[in-house]
Structure formats: structure tokens, C-alpha cells
């Protein structure tokens, strides 16, 4: 069993999430140009069944406004959240026994404005890329830079050797850069054994461990 985790967290150090489809990128004049876009048509179908599926599940109730989000498994097994607001579309989109996802944002036209790629219960990670309306790359951010001194891999590394389990619903992992620009790793987790939740801050600079100890306890497990 031990092998088996060592062998499923090792893909997590190379990469956040397995390669999104291939879109269409050139270059032109030095500038990036994104081609990738979202069949609207198909979206919008989506959307309507599932506003249909609700009405049909709460009949006799009358909603305020119909649904503007679905949730799907698509061709390939992903789990899907699609949701239409009134500047765009978002899609977002992950295996049901995986740890990140990917974010996309598109124009309502169906043009892409924004992707990236995210801890499924935490923070932004990778390259995250917006395009203006006509698919000209207009600003990149690489979101793990304030991390590299202690990085996912190192925090992987961590979690291990605590026997902390990643997969369980109640352990989270979060990261941000304070007002002073010093970057954290925050990590919550619950022990089943002494019914206790704990909390870790570590400094994303050196690995120091600024916090850890027991947040608060509860009388019964979280279901």
C-alpha cells in the first residue's frame, strides 16, 4: 500500500494536473495567440437540462431565477462544473480521485480569457494565462515563483512523513504571501486518533515551521 501512495503522489512532482487537450497557440510578431474555444451551443444545452432536472425535482416550487451552472462527467471520466455568468462562461474540471484541477474562463463568445490550473481544496498553482477577446496572450503569472524555495514536492515530502492522509475531506492545504510579502504554506488536518484538529504554517522561504499545534477539538469524528 505504502508503494502504491509513493507511486500516485510521485506524478504530483513533476506537474500539477495531467496536460490539458491540445489547443491551437502561435505566434505572431512575438506575441502569443490562443485559438482554444467552447462550443456556447453545447454549453447552454448543459445548462438548460439541468435547470429542467430541477424544476422537474422540486415541482410546484417556484424559483427565482433558473439554474446557471451544471455539474457532469464528461467522455473522459472528468468531473465537470460548468457555469454561464454575464461576462462569460467558467469551466472548471478534475478526476473524482484527483487532487487539482483545471480553470478555464471564456468570452461569451467562446473565446478563451483565462486558464490555470488549482489544489482542488486550496490555491492556484502552475502558469495561469489571460488572453484578450481575440486570443492575444496579454498577461502570464506564474503562480508557484513565491514558492520555489519550499515547494508542493517539499510540502509533499512533509505531509508524509506526518502521515497525514492528502485525500481525506477534512485536510486542506493553502498558500499566500502576507502584507509583508512573506510567503506561507498553511496546512489543517483532523486526527482521528485524539479527535483534534491541527494547524500548520510554514515559511515558503526556508521550510521553518512557524506554527503547529491543536486548533480545537470535537466530541465526534467528521463524518
Known amino acids: 500500500m505504502v508503494k502504491l501512495f509513493l507511486i500516485i503522489t510521485s506524478a504530483f512532482f513533476t506537474a500539477c494536473v495531467p496536460r490539458a487537450p491540445q489547443k491551437a497557440i502561435t505566434k505572431k510578431k512575438n506575441r502569443m495567440t490562443c485559438f482554444e474555444r467552447l462550443d456556447t451551443a453545447e454549453a447552454n444545452r448543459r445548462i438548460l437540462e439541468c435547470s429542467e432536472k ?24 472528468y468531473v465537470v462544473h460548468l457555469e454561464k455568468n ?16 483545471e480553470h478555464r474562463y ?16 486550496g490555491f492556484n498553482c502552475g502558469i ?48 499566500r504571501v502576507d502584507e509583508s510579502n512573506v510567503p506561507y504554506w498553511y496546512i489543517t488536518w483532523f486526527d482521528r486518533g485524539i479527535k483534534a484538529f491541527h494547524d500548520i504554517i510554514i515559511d515558503a522561504r526556508n521550510g521553518y515551521v512557524v506554527k503547529d499545534g491543536i486548533s480545537h477539538r470535537v466530541e465526534c469524528c467528521p463524518e
Open 128 to 175: 495561469w494565462r489571460e488572453y484578450d477577446i481575440d486570443g492575444n496572450l496579454i498577461k502570464e503569472t506564474d503562480m508557484d515563483k513565491p514558492y520555489k524555495r519550499y515547494s508542493w514536492q517539499n510540502i509533499m515530502l512533509f505531509i508524509k512523513k506526518r502521515n497525514i492522509d492528502l485525500y481525506d475531506e477534512e485536510t486542506n492545504v493553502l498558500r
Open 86 to 101: 454575464d461576462d462569460g462562461y467558467l469551466k472548471r474540471r478534475w478526476r473524482k480521485d484527483g487532487l487539482f484541477g
Open 54 to 77: 430541477e424544476e422537474m425535482e422540486f415541482p410546484g416550487i417556484h424559483l427565482i431565477e433558473p439554474a446557471t451552472d451544471c455539474e457532469f462527467v464528461d467522455s473522459k471520466g
Open 106 to 121: 471564456y468570452f461569451l463568445n467562446g473565446n478563451v480569457q483565462e486558464t490555470g490550473e488549482y489544489f482542488l481544496r
